[in-house]
């Protein structure tokens, strides 16, 4: 279904120039001078390059329907972190593979077993996995606390039970579970 330029909001995705695009952001500008316009930062789906383009308000896109599906992260296919990896629908118990192509390495390294993530499927392919908002993950390795160190905001690094590494503060200890921000890495707190 066609709609305006000026209609489009963010986490939608419609086809521009021939492709599946995922818009990320949008802003309506009135320039001083000429006519109105929409700035719109998009993500190819099919590629992965992000771009920003500028769309009058009168040009028309299409609108399309990405079925969002909750699933559970079951294992690495490669058994070394390369993917294929494998998540199960909670709904239908269909298991469903996803290469590096669509899971980069920022992101599956957050992924343990069990972990409930939201994968995005258009046409029954998938093109893109949403994991939680925050991650509670045991820390595997890192140096211990340097005695009389005071100083507060001092971080230090890290592993985590996915091999991610992460900066903590010097409180930390082996064995001890944190939680973590997978969009950024960064350390929120004790679980």
Do not use: C
């Not at 920003?52 to 490669?78: A, C, H, P, W």
């Not at 972990?115 to 595997?140: F, K, Q, R």
């Not at 390795?141 to 091999?163: D, F, I, M, Y």
């Amino acid at each position: 279904m066609p709609i305006k330029a000026n209609e489009v909001r963010r986490g939608q995705a419609v086809l521009y120039d021939g492709a599946l695009q995922l818009i990320m952001d949008t802003e309506h500008v009135k320039p001083g001078k000429g006519p109105a316009y929409v700035q719109a930062k998009m993500k190819n789906l099919e590629s992965g390059t992000i771009k920003t383009n500028r769309l009058n308000s009168f040009d028309k896109l299409e609108d399309v329907s990405i079925d969002k599906r909750s699933m559970q992260f079951l294992y690495d296919g490669s058994g070394r972190g390369e993917g294929p990896w494998v998540f199960m629908d909670n709904n239908s118990y269909e298991q469903v593979e996803i290469d590096a192509d669509v899971l980069p390495r920022d992101q599956s390294q957050w992924l343990k077993e069990n972990l409930e993530v939201v994968i995005m499927m258009y046409n029954g392919n998938a093109l893109g996995v949403e994991l939680p908002t925050s991650i509670d993950l045991t820390v595997t390795e890192t140096s211990p606390q340097v005695r009389g160190a005071t100083a507060t905001n001092q971080l230090k690094e890290a592993t985590v039970e996915t091999g991610a590494r992460i900066r903590v503060p010097p409180f930390i200890e082996n064995g001890q579970v944190v939680r973590v921000n997978p969009v950024t890495g960064e350390y929120l707190g004790k679980a």
